[in-house]
Nanobody, 114 residues
């Protein structure tokens, strides 16, 4: 079955950097769009970025600070987070669609605090 497993979250100081990973299995991966979302406590889920092949798109909140990338050989998608702010504190999840269904990972917590 489709499985998405995120890792790399943790506590980071404002202005710091963090790289999140999402390991995928159970579907071909190559040729599939992969996205990152986040959900802060008490807020709605927010789309962050999508990668499809080599094409990337970003939310306004992520543009210029975050970079999404992928390694089709290892079926992994990454989110490089730079210049993080306290407002970036959230659970970050990866997402994809396979055979008409949407799949989510369990998420990884990112906390930005000094």
């Amino acid at each position: 079955q489709v499985l998405l497993v995120e890792s790399g979250g943790g506590l980071v100081q404002p202005g710091g950097s963090l790289r999140l990973s999402c390991a995928a299995s159970g579907f071909p991966f190559s040729g599939y769009a992969m996205s990152w979302y986040r959900q802060a406590s008490g807020k709605e889920r927010e789309w962050i970025a999508t990668i499809f092949g080599s094409s990337t798109t970003y939310s306004d909140s992520a543009k210029g600070r975050f970079t999404i990338s992928r390694d089709d050989a290892t079926k992994t998608v990454y989110l490089e987070m730079n210049s993080v702010k306290p407002d970036d504190t959230a659970v970050y999840c990866c997402e994809t669609r396979h055979q008409g269904r949407e799949y989510w990972g369990q998420g990884t917590q990112v906390t930005v605090s000094s």
